[in-house]
């Protein structure tokens, strides 16, 4: 599902250029003898580095994947995808998205992947506009300009929060979308933009630009989904779950390190990835300290009643072709 992928190309766009291949090691002084009996594990991004990967980075720069015995390395996605690379055992980890791993899971040949851990509690996507367009609320939309990636779940999740809202869906014009960031192309004739709040929110304000925000997940309970996620190999999973749950034991803390010491994993972030903005991954961090784990004690879980929930509704909007129930995620190589 290419869509999530180009989203997130614009919304760094226009904060980083950058060519990572890719990141590896502790920063520590393990000898080479130690180093050697380090166990090795790929992790592959869904995109270029930002916040929703802080956890990550903090647990290798404290050290917490050298101390669980494993020696991590963060590699880009292939063209076809982090889904594709972890189901293909390129790599054991990686972050993608629970409606992408739908379409996965329901292809003719299914990928041999399972939803690990919630990156993020909630759902922070939404809609973003210039504040004189007056779109405060979804039934707003009608008669407004929308740049479409022209994908089939993006057109029904926009469907639905309109039809929610009393609106006509059939009102809202949409165009394509250029591939331009959000804060540029909402400045232009484009009403709307789908935006994820942790960075193109955060860079709004940052630009001093007025907005109305709306999120999905305030519209419409169902889609409240997992976006992003952490998948793991199924075949690894299988193999060698021991590694499995020292992995996750590591990135769990690496996140809720990152939840509460917001400033700390700004600069950890940064120091990995200075292509990125100090003053928008700060103010991204901030925010995301409060979503990594929502309401939960410990950061990582995935309820059971939501993920079914988002599914049975993509089913019945045709977006995949069978039911799926709380197939496809596992919280059991999360700390217990």
């Known amino acids: 599902m290419k869509f999530w992928k180009k989203l997130a190309s614009a919304a760094l766009a226009a904060s980083m250029v950058i060519a990572?291949?890719?990141?590896?090691?502790e920063?520590?002084?393990v000898g080479a003898s130690d180093a050697a009996e380090l166990k090795k594990?790929?992790?592959?991004?869904?995109?270029?580095?930002?916040?929703?990967?802080?956890?990550?980075?903090?647990?290798?720069?404290?050290?917490?994947?050298?101390?669980?015995?494993?020696?991590?390395?963060?590699?880009?996605?292939?063209?076809?995808?982090?889904?594709?690379?972890?189901?293909?055992?390129?790599?054991?980890?990686?972050?993608?998205?629970?409606?992408?791993?739908?379409v996965a899971l329901t292809a003719e040949q299914p990928v041999p992947v399972t939803a690990v851990a919630a990156v993020l509690d909630h759902n922070t996507s939404g809609i973003i506009s210039m504040k004189d367009k007056g779109i405060d609320s979804f039934d707003k939309l009608e008669g407004k300009t929308y740049a479409t990636w022209d994908m089939?779940?993006?057109?029904?999740?926009?469907?639905?929060?309109?039809?929610?809202?009393?609106?006509?869906?059939?009102?809202?014009?949409?165009?394509?979308?250029?591939?331009?960031?959000?804060?540029s192309l909402m400045q232009t004739d484009v009403d709307a933009v789908w935006v994820y709040e942790g960075w193109d929110v955060m860079m709004a304000e940052l630009a001093g630009i007025e907005y109305n925000y709306?999120?999905?997940?305030?519209?419409?309970?169902?889609?409240?989904?997992?976006t992003p996620v952490i998948v793991a190999s199924n075949?690894?999973?299988?193999?060698?779950?021991?590694?499995?749950?020292?992995?996750?034991?590591?990135?769990?803390?690496?996140y809720e390190f990152a939840a509460q010491n917001p400033s700390q994993a700004a600069e950890i972030l940064v120091k990995h990835v200075p292509e990125l903005s100090p003053d928008?991954?700060?103010?991204?961090?901030?925010?995301?300290?409060?979503?990594?784990?929502?309401?939960?004690?410990?950061?990582?879980?995935?309820?059971?009643?939501?993920?079914?929930?988002?599914?049975?509704?993509?089913?019945?909007?045709?977006?995949?072709p069978r039911e799926l129930g709380n197939e496809g995620f596992t919280n059991e190589y999360l700390p217990q």
């Open 41 to 102: 594990v790929t992790f592959v991004l869904d995109w270029t580095p930002n916040t929703n990967h802080t956890g990550v980075y903090a647990a290798i720069e404290n050290g917490y994947y050298q101390e669980a015995g494993l020696e991590v390395e963060i590699i880009q996605p292939p063209e076809d995808g982090a889904l594709a690379a972890v189901g293909t055992g390129h790599a054991q980890f990686g972050v993608d998205f629970q409606e992408s791993l739908a």
């Open 152 to 183: 089939p779940s993006e057109k029904a999740i926009i469907k639905q929060v309109m039809t929610d809202a009393g609106a006509d869906y059939e009102k809202l014009n949409m165009v394509p979308h250029p591939g331009s960031d959000a804060i």
């Open 214 to 226: 709306i999120p999905f997940a305030n519209q419409s309970p169902v889609l409240d989904f997992y």
């Open 27 to 29: 920063d520590s002084d």
């Open 20 to 25: 990572l291949g890719a990141c590896s090691g």
């Open 235 to 254: 075949d690894f999973l299988d193999s060698d779950p021991d590694t499995a749950k020292a992995f996750m034991s590591a990135t769990a803390k690496g």
């Open 280 to 320: 928008l991954v700060k103010k991204s961090q901030e925010y995301l300290a409060q979503q990594y784990m929502g309401e939960k004690s410990a950061w990582g879980a995935i309820d059971e009643e939501r993920w079914s929930a988002f599914y049975g509704w993509m089913f019945e909007q045709g977006l995949i």
